[in-house]
């Protein structure tokens, strides 16, 4: 075979979320990239729930796809169950999420794996990574083959030293069915990685067509049907089936405080700790003891296939009181498992060995993304996998990493929280651990990151052109309705007062009536002097978003300019902070755990106070 075949720019370890973000984005970057993963049938796999999105999760999709990614897209393509959360309220919290058909997904990201040019894949089990020095070299596979590259992303997901467990039976694997990383897990454990565990689990499976659904509660998707990807359309979705919504019973709960000393997770033997957000149905019974009822969602695992997944009721219990529970809610009396629920705990990573760009501080070269960094989710993933995957391309040519800054994205909300907080327990995106929401909405994902995407090289002609195309869009709409002067004595102003009852007392233009709570895009183009509206949708939306939160949004973007300050320190590799006179032993030590790239990530290590980031700021300003 030939030398070529063994020699890359980037080599992506792990097909699943962040592995095939990462490796999309490198070859998308210009470098020659190879993934190597366990199996290439499970490319793109959901090992848990069927879904993508969801308040926070879904403002990553579309900053993923703003930046030229794939999730979004292979949502549309899968989705066949869509709801816009939170649509009451503000822009800010708006969320897309769909149900999505898992064997869709799937393959069409397999698809786009496979005609990405410069990317390839190969099936194997990487026992071991080729490091020299400080360097990373290559990696090398569990029969022995050696593929060299200069710059490796490890995104292993729940794989390293993956332990499975079902009531007291546990066993090695990856996830239900797929292998584990063993090997690679232990000489991992040899490098100067700081190695935790952490668990996570799934309910058990069942065949929907034993459910009586004329008792559970039919839960339509919205009509009309968000869409994901800033270049989709509803055309791209599937055929579309509902969701229905059950509820666990006293009996349920009963059945699992009469188990919980059979329970892997309160009798000691699962170690790691698990998503707070995504509680095991034990967990809650435990912790809301008080609570008579949990939910449960019904949602379909796709079209061509008869298994639900009962969303709530994530378990590791043995599978008798599985089965009893499951059987004890309304409507399940008759159900059939067909895969049990499980924990798993597996090997992570303290983030705070990561610089910005994902890259470890310890080993040149090597980057980690996804599950291995302590977060959860597809799409917490997928953001730090494009990231990796686009900075690994980036220090092969030798060029500057680049990874968004906290008000120009959650992804950058995502990474600057691993990198300074580290985390103790799975980590989830909210909106709350955003402080400049309002800025980082869905609805302007592309507006805050394609143009960015573009320079970096992730964002194609297509893509661009019809950026381009909004963008030119909103601007001419808000300069003509800038130009659009009501006043008490003209035409316009007449009309706002009669059809809209909003007397006017001064001139204004029909941008700054946009600013008006009651008065919205739509309503105001309807009135016969400005009618018929001339905008598409997604163009009337920024409008009048930015029109309607003008002052909110320039208080937020000076406070930004001032923050920058802070960004824009850069803190030298390798700095010695006994230098700095006054700091605390405490400030000192903390900043040397985390060795913060920046003055601003500095300012946000737990604890850090400003007498401290005053002291750093002095002794920067001195040394330049
Ligand atoms: P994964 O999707 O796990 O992909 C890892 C990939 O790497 C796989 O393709 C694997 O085959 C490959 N790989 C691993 N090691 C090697 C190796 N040595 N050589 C070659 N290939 C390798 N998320 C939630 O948000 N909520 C939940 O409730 C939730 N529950 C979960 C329950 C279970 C049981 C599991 C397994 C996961 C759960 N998740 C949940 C997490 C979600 O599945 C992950 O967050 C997401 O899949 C992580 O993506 P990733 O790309 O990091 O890893």
Same mark, same amino acid.
């Given at each position: 075979m030939s030398e070529s075949f063994y020699r890359y720019e980037v080599i992506v370890v792990g097909g699943g979320h962040a592995g095939t973000e990462a490796a999309l984005a490198a070859a998308r970057s210009g470098a020659r990239t190879l993934l190597l993963t366990h199996n290439v049938e499970t490319v793109g796999a959901m090992s848990c729930n069927p879904a993508i999105g969801g308040i926070g999760k879904g403002h990553l999709v579309r900053e993923i796809d703003a930046l030229g990614g794939i999730m979004a897209r292979a949502a549309d393509a899968a989705g066949i169950q869509w709801r816009r959360l939170n649509?009451?309220? &503000?822009?800010?919290v708006r969320a897309t999420r769909c149900q999505a058909d898992r064997a869709l997904y799937r393959s069409f990201i397999r698809r786009a794996v496979e005609a990405q040019p410069n990317l390839t894949v190969f099936q194997a089990a990487v026992d071991d990574l080729i490091i020299e020095g400080d360097r990373v070299r290559g990696a090398i596979t569990h029969t022995g083959l050696r593929f060299v590259a200069p710059a490796v992303v490890l995104t292993a997901g729940t794989f390293l030293a993956g332990k499975i467990h079902v009531g007291q039976t546990q066993y090695a694997a990856g996830r239900m069915g797929d292998p584990p990383a063993t090997t690679l897990a232990a000489k991992l454990r040899e490098r100067p990685f700081v190695v935790d565990r952490l668990k996570t689990g799934t309910p058990p499976r069942i !065949? &929907? =067509?034993?459910?009586?659904?004329?008792?559970l509660e039919l839960q339509p998707g919205d009509d009309p049907r968000p869409v994901f990807s800033f270049l989709g359309s509803r055309a791209d979705h599937p055929r579309q089936v509902p969701c229905w919504i059950a509820h666990t019973s006293e009996r349920t709960h009963a059945i699992i405080r009469g188990a919980l000393h059979r329970s892997p997770l309160y009798s000691g033997q699962i170690e790691g700790i698990g998503p707070r957000y995504c509680p095991s149905i034990e967990d809650k019974v435990v912790r809301f003891a008080d609570k008579a009822s949990h939910q449960v969602f019904v949602e379909p695992e796709g079209l061509d296939v008869t298994e639900i997944y009962p969303n709530g009721i994530s378990t590791s219990l043995p599978f008798d009181v599985q089965l009893a529970l499951v059987r004890s809610i309304r409507g399940f009396e008759r159900a059939h498992i067909t895969r049990p629920g499980y924990a798993i705990e597996y090997d992570f990573f !303290?983030? =705070?060995?990561?610089?910005a760009s994902l890259e470890t501080k310890s080993v040149a070269g090597l980057f980690f993304a996804g599950q291995i960094n302590g977060t959860t989710g597809y799409e917490e993933a997928a953001a730090q996998g494009l990231i990796a995957g686009l900075n690994a391309a980036r220090c092969v040519r030798e060029r500057e990493p680049w990874s968004p800054r906290r008000d120009q994205a959650y992804i950058g909300v995502l990474i600057d929280d691993l990198i300074t907080q580290g985390t103790s327990e799975p980590y989830r995106m909210f909106t709350s651990r955003a402080e400049y929401r309002l800025q980082l909405r869905e609805d302007n994902a592309d507006l805050r990151l394609t143009g960015i995407g573009r320079e970096l090289g992730l964002v194609d002609d297509a893509r661009f052109a019809a950026f381009a195309r909004k963008r030119e869009a909103i601007a001419r709409e808000t300069a003509r309705l800038g130009a659009l002067w009501a006043s008490p004595a003209n035409g316009l102003g007449a009309e706002v007062a009669r059809v809209l009852g909003l007397p006017l007392s001064r001139e204004t233009s029909a941008l700054d009536l946009l600013k008006r709570p009651q008065l919205d895009y739509a309503t105001l183009l309807s009135l016969p002097s400005l009618a018929p509206a001339v905008a598409a949708p997604e163009v009337a939306e920024q409008v009048e978003i930015e029109a309607k939160y003008s002052g909110y949004l320039e208080r937020q973007r000076t406070e930004i300019a001032r923050q920058q300050r802070h960004e824009a320190s850069v803190i030298p590799d390798g700095f010695d902070y006994a230098q700095v006179h006054g700091l605390s032993a405490e400030a000192r030590q903390k900043l040397q755990r985390v060795r913060p790239e920046t003055v601003g990530q500095a300012q946000r290590i737990p604890g850090m106070t400003p007498a401290a980031i005053s002291l750093l700021l002095v002794h920067l300003a001195r040394e330049q």
């Amino acid at each position: 075979m030939s030398e070529s075949f063994y020699r890359y720019e980037v080599i992506v370890v792990g097909g699943g979320h962040a592995g095939t973000e990462a490796a999309l984005a490198a070859a998308r970057s210009g470098a020659r990239t190879l993934l190597l993963t366990h199996n290439v049938e499970t490319v793109g796999a959901m090992s848990c729930n069927p879904a993508i999105g969801g308040i926070g999760k879904g403002h990553l999709v579309r900053e993923i796809d703003a930046l030229g990614g794939i999730m979004a897209r292979a949502a549309d393509a899968a989705g066949i169950q869509w709801r816009r959360l939170n649509a009451s309220k &503000g822009p800010a919290v708006r969320a897309t999420r769909c149900q999505a058909d898992r064997a869709l997904y799937r393959s069409f990201i397999r698809r786009a794996v496979e005609a990405q040019p410069n990317l390839t894949v190969f099936q194997a089990a990487v026992d071991d990574l080729i490091i020299e020095g400080d360097r990373v070299r290559g990696a090398i596979t569990h029969t022995g083959l050696r593929f060299v590259a200069p710059a490796v992303v490890l995104t292993a997901g729940t794989f390293l030293a993956g332990k499975i467990h079902v009531g007291q039976t546990q066993y090695a694997a990856g996830r239900m069915g797929d292998p584990p990383a063993t090997t690679l897990a232990a000489k991992l454990r040899e490098r100067p990685f700081v190695v935790d565990r952490l668990k996570t689990g799934t309910p058990p499976r069942i !065949d &929907g =067509r034993t459910l009586d659904y004329s008792v559970l509660e039919l839960q339509p998707g919205d009509d009309p049907r968000p869409v994901f990807s800033f270049l989709g359309s509803r055309a791209d979705h599937p055929r579309q089936v509902p969701c229905w919504i059950a509820h666990t019973s006293e009996r349920t709960h009963a059945i699992i405080r009469g188990a919980l000393h059979r329970s892997p997770l309160y009798s000691g033997q699962i170690e790691g700790i698990g998503p707070r957000y995504c509680p095991s149905i034990e967990d809650k019974v435990v912790r809301f003891a008080d609570k008579a009822s949990h939910q449960v969602f019904v949602e379909p695992e796709g079209l061509d296939v008869t298994e639900i997944y009962p969303n709530g009721i994530s378990t590791s219990l043995p599978f008798d009181v599985q089965l009893a529970l499951v059987r004890s809610i309304r409507g399940f009396e008759r159900a059939h498992i067909t895969r049990p629920g499980y924990a798993i705990e597996y090997d992570f990573f !303290d983030p =705070r060995g990561l610089k910005a760009s994902l890259e470890t501080k310890s080993v040149a070269g090597l980057f980690f993304a996804g599950q291995i960094n302590g977060t959860t989710g597809y799409e917490e993933a997928a953001a730090q996998g494009l990231i990796a995957g686009l900075n690994a391309a980036r220090c092969v040519r030798e060029r500057e990493p680049w990874s968004p800054r906290r008000d120009q994205a959650y992804i950058g909300v995502l990474i600057d929280d691993l990198i300074t907080q580290g985390t103790s327990e799975p980590y989830r995106m909210f909106t709350s651990r955003a402080e400049y929401r309002l800025q980082l909405r869905e609805d302007n994902a592309d507006l805050r990151l394609t143009g960015i995407g573009r320079e970096l090289g992730l964002v194609d002609d297509a893509r661009f052109a019809a950026f381009a195309r909004k963008r030119e869009a909103i601007a001419r709409e808000t300069a003509r309705l800038g130009a659009l002067w009501a006043s008490p004595a003209n035409g316009l102003g007449a009309e706002v007062a009669r059809v809209l009852g909003l007397p006017l007392s001064r001139e204004t233009s029909a941008l700054d009536l946009l600013k008006r709570p009651q008065l919205d895009y739509a309503t105001l183009l309807s009135l016969p002097s400005l009618a018929p509206a001339v905008a598409a949708p997604e163009v009337a939306e920024q409008v009048e978003i930015e029109a309607k939160y003008s002052g909110y949004l320039e208080r937020q973007r000076t406070e930004i300019a001032r923050q920058q300050r802070h960004e824009a320190s850069v803190i030298p590799d390798g700095f010695d902070y006994a230098q700095v006179h006054g700091l605390s032993a405490e400030a000192r030590q903390k900043l040397q755990r985390v060795r913060p790239e920046t003055v601003g990530q500095a300012q946000r290590i737990p604890g850090m106070t400003p007498a401290a980031i005053s002291l750093l700021l002095v002794h920067l300003a001195r040394e330049q």
